[in-house]
């Protein structure tokens, strides 16, 4: 530990030194350990945020250190102009695990975004000439913060300032099938969508909504991109949430808990897409390096094997259970929605209050939206872990509704 660094200082060159992109909370952590994090003065945080759904196994986890420590010694990066064991390795087992055939490593959930929007579009070209390029996303989604993840992003807030934004993307409303048949016509090439809606609010697809997606889309010749990049990996309580509605797209994109907290994203696709991308079509320097596809190998076969995907299940559903008692209690929470270990609870007052409250408790979550409690704790979180939440939740609620009453 670096002792001229203490914890205010650190924040006051963070402020002194660096874009002030990010609204921080006013904690400096330094280590982790399962489901715990630690500040500089020795505070301890129960972790409901999970590096927004990137540590499924937790911090500290000995299957990524075990990785991290054998591959370094081995091989860290050559580049893609050569074959890498751990990147093959990674992207069978993706392939064998998913509906997909083809893998594209790269290093971010924008970046694999980017590269399922390149790959519809050049497929379109190729199958269709050039006016077949445009791409359907939803209001309230997220898909990323580059110029053209953010064009596809439906959330006006996010692309302020930033015109001119790119051409071609089309928005339609999520779970109104009518407001997308209505906009699909013949310059349309794909649809992106995320199957749970999540910095949205959580917001979850109507029962046989996303069935006909699939169905208007595969009558139209329309690809269907899923963006798995936060719902994925086990979260849900399936390897990914398409699964729990009995469909599947054509690309689906992963990032956030593929490498539980080394960069990687990835873009899966079927057979039928892979011609389109070519040698020369589409690159990365960095994109599936020896490194981080031998931890996320390490970690994907973890999520598989050892539990976690049935541990979101259960620990979900018991969470749910214990968040939608507070909804009975308390007036001013709206709904609970999500699935597994991605839970949003909508308030009908803001939600940083009780943030900052449960920060000062010892407890990370965060809001999606303004008024969206957002839970997404490593997928290895126990009852006990739950139990503490939810009481110092219903503390902290029981205390603003006394507030609200005065
Ligand atoms: C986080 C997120 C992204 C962007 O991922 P980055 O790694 O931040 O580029 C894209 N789509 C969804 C659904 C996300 O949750």
């Given at each position: 530990m670096n002792d001229d660094l203490q914890n205010d200082s650190i924040m006051s060159l963070a402020d002194r030194?660096?874009?002030?992109t990010y609204g921080r909370f006013p904690v400096a952590l330094i280590r982790g350990e399962g489901c715990r994090v630690w500040d500089e003065e020795g505070n301890e945080y129960l972790d409901f945020v999970g590096g927004i759904a990137v540590c499924a196994l937790g911090h500290s986890s000995p299957v990524v250190s075990r990785a991290l420590e054998e591959q370094s010694k081995r091989l860290v990066h050559v580049s893609n102009l050569y074959y890498t064991k751990p990147q093959v390795e990674l992207a069978k087992l993706l392939v064998e695990n998913s509906f997909a055939d083809r893998v594209f490593f790269c290093n971010s959930g924008a970046e694999a975004n980017e590269a399922a929007i390149k790959l519809a579009r050049r497929y379109a070209n190729e199958k269709?000439?050039?006016?077949?390029h445009m791409i359907i996303s939803m209001d309230n989604s997220f898909h990323g913060r580059t110029m053209a993840t953010l064009s596809a992003t439906g959330q006006t807030k996010i692309q302020?300032?930033?015109?001119?934004l790119l051409q071609g993307f089309r928005f339609a409303s999520f779970n109104d099938v009518k407001s997308l048949d209505e906009i699909m016509?013949?310059?349309?090439c794909a649809v992106i969508l995320e199957p749970i809606q999540g910095e949205g609010g959580v917001v979850c697809p109507d029962s046989g909504y996303l069935k006909e997606v699939r169905n208007l889309c595969t009558e139209r010749e329309v690809l269907l991109i899923f963006d798995?990049?936060?719902?994925?990996?086990?979260?849900?309580?399936?390897?990914?949430?398409h699964e729990h509605y009995g469909v599947t797209p054509d690309i689906m994109t992963l990032a956030k808990a593929l490498g539980n907290g080394l960069p990687i994203g990835a873009m899966l696709s079927t057979?039928?897409?892979?011609?389109?991308?070519?040698?020369?079509?589409h690159a990365t320097t960095?994109?599936?390096?020896p490194l981080v596809t031998a931890v996320s190998k390490a970690v994907v076969q973890s999520l598989l094997e050892d539990g976690w995907i049935e541990n979101a299940k259960t620990m979900g559903q018991y969470f749910k259970g214990q968040l939608d008692e507070l909804v009975r209690r308390y007036d001013f929470i709206k709904e609970v929605r999500g699935m597994g270990l991605i839970l949003g609870m909508e308030l009908k007052v803001p939600g940083a209050p009780v943030v900052e409250a449960c920060l000062r408790e010892g407890f990370l979550i965060n809001c999606a939206q303004e008024n969206v409690l957002r839970f997404l704790p490593?997928?290895?979180?126990?009852k006990g872990e739950v139990d503490l939440l939810v009481e110092a939740l219903d503390r902290i609620l029981g205390e603003l509704k006394t507030d609200e009453e005065i």
């Open positions: 030194y660096m874009f002030q269709f000439g050039p006016d077949r302020f300032g930033f015109d001119p016509d013949d310059s349309v798995e990049v936060q719902v994925g990996m086990g979260r849900t309580g399936r390897p990914f949430a057979e039928k897409l892979s011609p389109a991308f070519g040698p020369g079509s960095f994109g599936g390096t490593p997928l290895i979180v126990q």
